[in-house]
């Protein structure tokens, strides 16, 4: 999202929203799921952040996966299927294709791309969509028990670029959906997990980790907002994600002038998948984060929305106030000691309001 303003005399300000795109190379996550899903897979976040790990990092003996390779495998390629069927496709159809290939958050930016498809240039369109080639179960959960997790790379079609994707499941009666697609950052790299066959232990209490889930996601989330807080020394290292939403909106708090004031709020939206890496090697959180830009108007009449703002919030007149809310993948790694880093992102505008 991005907000141009001009003076009076020139017809004032427009809000631009562009749904997909921070410069740093983070696309939108093409993300979604059914509404009957929505509830269950919540409670497969909760579990999955929150259930007791093994005594030992190491695999116990007699750990299983709850996919076989074979099974991950097929998994991944069914969610890749539908997330390739659903991709910029408007109306009724494409309602049904995204409730197919989506949960919860990743829903939602999902539906909001599709409505917004006229907006995105070629280039945006091509990218949409994952490539069907070799994509890689990089952990499932470990155990039979439900909620159940498969963490994946694959490609964007369009640029090519590697993302990583989870997908998840809250009952042996409910199909995988894709509940977090995020653009693996610049020189990000993704460590070892236990073999597929014996399965990823969920983080747990923590123990053994530089930092727990909540308590990460709490700070980097805070540390996001627009005014900037003050500077603090936190649990992570700051990354490209990262520095490319603070100058986005230093940037377009600045185009504003004095004509609008911005409000950047970052809240934790939940955790979507925790698990532990090979032993030594840390953990992996995949989070999503909800951002809200509140503009103001100090001079009437200082904005005019966009087409985007326009299809999503079905205002063409904003008299005094506008909102935009945004979702944020994440996925941290969390070391045994030091700092987290954030190896992946994607953000999608999902919602727009005013006044």
């Keep these: 999202m991005t907000l141009h303003h001009r003076s009076r005399a020139a017809n004032l300000a427009a809000l631009a929203v562009t ?13 979604s799921t ?28 007699g750990a299983v996966g709850a996919e076989t390779p074979e099974q991950a495998n ?21 309602k049904a294709l995204r409730e197919a290939a989506y949960v919860d958050q990743a829903l939602a930016a999902a539906t909001a ?3 917004l498809v006229s907006t995105l240039t070629a280039a945006q369109k091509a990218d949409l969509a994952l490539s069907p080639t070799d994509p890689v179960v990089l952990a499932v959960s470990r155990s039979a028990a439900y909620p159940r997790v498969i963490l994946a790379k694959a490609t964007f079609a369009g640029s090519g670029s590697p993302a990583l994707v989870t997908l998840v499941t809250p009952g042996a009666d409910t199909a995988y959906r894709i509940a977090s697609i995020a653009r693996m950052l ?14 990823s232990a969920p983080i747990g209490d923590a123990s053994g980790l530089a930092v727990a889930p909540d308590a990460l996601l709490a700070a980097y989330s805070a540390a996001l907002a627009y005014p900037a807080p003050a500077a603090a020394e936190g649990p992570f290292t700051e990354d490209a994600f990262f520095a490319a939403v603070r100058k986005g909106a230093a940037d377009q708090a600045a185009s504003l002038g004095s004509a609008v004031t911005l409000k950047q709020t970052h809240a934790p939206a939940g955790v979507v998948a925790a698990l532990r890496a090979a032993t030594g090697q840390g953990a992996y959180v995949v989070a999503v984060i909800e951002r809200k830009d509140s503009l103001t108007e100090k001079t009437a ?9 326009t299809i999503l919030s079905g205002k063409s007149v904003i008299n005094k106030s506008a909102v935009l809310s945004t979702y944020e993948f994440v ?24 006044t």
């Design 331 to 354: 996925v941290f790694h969390i070391p045994a000691s030091g700092k987290a880093t954030v190896v992946a992102a994607a953000e999608q505008l999902y919602a727009a309001s005013g």
């Design 34 to 61: 059914p509404s009957t899903a929505s509830a269950t897979s919540k409670a497969t976040a909760r579990a999955t952040a929150t259930a007791k790990p093994s005594e030992s990092t190491k695999p116990a003996s």
């Design 74 to 94: 097929a998994e991944v390629a069914k969610a890749i299927t539908a997330q390739i069927a659903a991709a910029a496709v408007p109306g009724t159809k494409g």
């Design 19 to 31: 749904g997909i795109a921070l410069s740093v190379a983070v696309s939108a996550c093409s993300s």
């Design 301 to 309: 009449n200082a904005l005019t929305p966009s087409k985007a703002f």
């Design 113 to 115: 791309q599709g409505k």
């Design 186 to 199: 610049p020189s990000a790299t993704v460590g070892k997990f236990d073999a597929v066959t014996v399965g």
